[in-house]
């Protein structure tokens, strides 16, 4: 009976979970050793992981604040002044150990060492001079937090807001003080700090009271007018131009709307409904062509549709389309008009002769739009016709509005042959430019008449060493040097 007494005694003084007594308060030493004893005994049911998160002894993340806060708290001279009875019960190593120096990590805590030739003690632990020490998080300087309640004046709010501070915008509750606001905002010269300022100020103010007050400050309304145009809001942005009195603005804002339309009848009535707004006579012009440019793509899309689903035409089975032409551009549709319709009459709204009459092209651009579409379709015989002209006595003559040089550049882009290529260049005027193209796209002939009408035999001689020996242009070359 005194046997089982004894272990019952040993087994409250031994445990974790001790009785109560008046002897052993607050002894820190005695649960230090009672964590050691812990974590040796669950060395051998655990796996070895390091990649779990550190922990002190108090169960906080180490570097948290949390934990930074106790352990500085704790490390403390007047804390450890309290503590020194207590820690003079154990050992003096341990008395003189900081708390706030804990290594020891989670997988520590809860796991073995088993690669470890041995386990590392508590004391080693606590002294180890390779752990990090955490410092407390500071609290931010109180300046910080007076945005919101110190008495900031207008200049003072605008100069914050320049280096990134927070400000609180709504304590100008006066139209005066906000106002002031605004004109030390544009007198900084910031975009950013006068867009903040108008927003706050589109918020707080009637539209009346605002579009009157900005319409003294171009500035600041050159601003507005910008960031309503970027942000969408249409509705705003034609109430301040209407007040502003600018009627051409306010239909090129309502012009601009046609873009937010994808049904293309339903833009093409739109349009039609923007002819009679108050533009000036260049942009009447210009939203009268929009409209009958998009009204031709209408028609010529339906045709061309029927006829690629058909099958009829050998030009849309050699060359299907690869997109449709609606909303295209006027160049493109030109481009288009002049590749899949270049050979029909005036009279039809597909032909390009039509468009260009219609629209009132330059020869220049009309040149050469369809040169590049004629020559992408190797249509030589069409290039020919296009760059020839006759005068009133019926002699004809080559004529390129864009300039020869930049006939053959298209030409050679489309893969000429050399024989049509040098007839073209042959009509270049500057002989420099005209010896540059032929040497660089290998015009033999060309070369060598040039250099036999400026009779340089030099030059001719220096260019007999760049063609294949025993080909005709070498004994082209020849035959001018032996004459």
Request: glycine letters at 4%; proline letters at 3%; a neutral charge.
């Amino acid at each position: 009976m005194s046997r089982v007494r004894a272990d019952e005694e040993e087994y409250w003084h031994s445990s974790k979970f001790r009785a109560f007594t008046f002897d052993d308060e607050d002894d820190e030493l005695s649960q230090l050793k009672e964590s050691k004893r812990a974590v040796n005994s669950l060395r051998d049911i655990v796996d070895d992981d390091d990649d779990l998160e550190r922990v002190s002894w108090s169960g906080e993340p180490v570097g948290s604040i949390s934990w930074s806060i106790k352990e500085t708290a704790s490390g403390s001279t007047s804390s450890l002044d309290g503590r020194d009875s207590s820690l003079q019960k154990g050992s003096s190593s341990y008395a003189a150990l900081p708390k706030q120096a804990s290594s020891y990590s989670l997988s520590s805590l809860f796991k073995g060492r088993n690669k470890l030739p041995s386990f590392q003690s508590l004391s080693d632990a606590l002294t180890d001079i390779g752990v990090k020490n955490y410092a407390p998080e500071l609290r931010r300087p109180k300046a910080e937090y007076k945005d919101y309640s110190s008495d900031w004046s207008p200049k003072d709010t605008v100069r914050r807001m320049q280096r990134g501070k927070v400000c609180s915008l709504e304590r100008f509750r006066s139209l005066q003080d906000k106002l002031v606001l605004l004109d030390e905002a544009v007198a900084g010269h910031d975009g950013n700090v006068i867009t903040a300022v108008l927003i706050f100020l589109k918020r707080t103010l009637r539209r009346e009271i605002l579009f009157r007050e900005l319409e003294l400050r171009q500035v600041a309304l050159c601003h507005l007018i910008h960031f309503l145009r970027e942000m969408g809001e249409q509705k705003f942005l034609l109430d301040l131009l209407r007040f502003l009195d600018r009627t051409e603005e306010v239909a090129l804002s309502q012009y601009r709307e046609h873009l937010n339309i994808q049904d293309v009848e339903k833009r093409r009535e739109f349009l039609k409904g923007c002819i009679g707004l108050p533009f000036s006579a260049e942009d009447t012009s210009h939203i009268q062509d929009h409209y009958t440019l998009l009204e031709r793509q209408i028609i010529i899309e339906a045709n061309d549709r029927h006829l690629e689903m058909a099958g009829q035409s050998e030009l849309f089975r050699k060359y299907p389309r690869k997109a449709s032409i609606l909303n295209m551009p006027l160049v493109t549709t030109l481009f288009y008009s002049c590749f899949y319709h270049y050979t029909e009459a005036e009279g039809m709204f597909s032909s390009p002769s039509n468009l260009k009459k219609t629209f009132k092209i330059p020869d220049k651009q009309y040149v050469l739009t369809a040169l590049a579409a004629r020559a992408k379709l190797r249509a030589w015989g069409d290039v020919d016709a296009l760059l020839t002209t006759k005068n009133w006595l019926g002699y004809t003559k080559k004529k390129a509005p864009i300039g020869f040089h930049r006939v053959v550049e298209i030409l050679q882009r489309n893969n000429a042959p050399v024989q049509v290529l040098q007839e073209y260049v042959r009509l270049v005027e500057d002989v420099e430019t005209r010896l540059n193209i032929a040497t660089k796209y290998k015009c033999h002939d060309v070369v060598i008449e040039t250099y036999r009408d400026l009779k340089d035999r030099i030059q001719l001689t220096a260019y007999k060493c760049k063609v294949e020996r025993g080909s005709a242009e070498e004994e082209k070359i020849n035959s001018i040097l032996n004459n």
